[in-house]
């Protein structure tokens, strides 16, 4: 029971750099979502998806695209990576049906741009 | 003023001991509630969903005090185990979009 699996877990850029993080989840929920999480700051919404084909723009989408091509995958797409993307990243995905329906994470994506 | 704010902590408490944690957030119109735990370096996890009426959980207790648009969180009898980061969390829109506090570490201590 995998539920929800981020890769990679680490990886270091250099400035300029792209890179794509790749999230997955098994539970077969409509939405899902990106985050960075920062020292003092507290988890930010980058990009989420209410569903397959669709994507809508976070608290702090700049700098970052997605993509959700298929209903199981939520890619984040770093085109020109900056040191200010440092961070760990976490996706998560959660069930439609009802507003208690707790978001599930995955371990997270430790990025480091150089 | 931030959506949602918490006291970040450390409260350093000794095993047995009991405590509480408040969170305040902004948008009056926020209509679901919920605290995270979150351990070192590892992701958040649901603890419990925080209800108008005020719920509990074994040795956890939330309320909510939607007047003064505060949250709160008990822990009785705390164990080592306790030992986390507690995540204030908001559902602010469509999506199921929540916002998160920054956190209130909580170390307890033998």
Known sequence: ?114 | RKEVEQDPGPFNVPEGATVAFNCTYSNSASQSFFWYRQDCRKEPKLLMSVYSSGNEDGRFTAQLNRASQYISLLIRDSKLSDSATYLCVVLTGGGNKLTFGTGTQLKVEL
């Open chain 1, 1 to 114: 029971n995998a539920g929800v699996t981020q890769t990679p877990k680490f990886r270091v850029l250099k400035t300029g750099q792209s890179m794509t993080l790749l999230c997955a989840q098994d539970m077969n929920h409509e939405y899902m979502y990106w985050y960075r999480q920062d020292p003092g700051m507290g988890l930010r919404l980058i990009h989420y998806s209410v569903g397959e084909g669709t994507t809508a723009k976070g608290e702090v989408p700049d700098g970052y695209n997605v993509s959700r091509l298929k209903k199981q995958n939520f890619l984040l797409g770093l085109e020109s990576a900056a040191p200010s993307q440092t961070s760990v990243y976490f996706c998560a995905s959660s069930s439609p049906q009802g507003p208690d329906q707790p978001q599930h994470f995955g371990d997270g994506t430790r990025l480091s741009i150089l």
